[in-house]
């Protein structure tokens, strides 16, 4: 794919998860309950975690 188009795409993955990931830090410094925080904290990482893991997966998918 063109240059542009991959960093668009990649870009795309991002702001999904952006969203989704803001959504709950929100939730995260409304909240005072340790094992919400703890909740919302690995919700998180675990969508962070699966934004990565998309781009990558679309890079490698790309090289083939």
């Known amino acids: 794919l063109h240059l542009s188009i991959r960093r668009q795409r990649q870009m795309c993955i991002r ?3 952006y969203y989704d990931v803001k959504e709950l ?9 340790d094992q919400e925080r703890k ?9 962070k975690q699966e934004m990565v ?6 890079d490698d998918a790309r090289k083939k």
């Open 25 to 33: 830090s929100d939730e995260l410094k409304e909240t005072t309950d």
């Open 39 to 47: 909740e919302l904290e690995a919700e998180i990482n675990t969508l």
């Open 15 to 17: 702001d999904r998860y």
């Open 53 to 58: 893991m998309r781009i990558r997966a679309f």
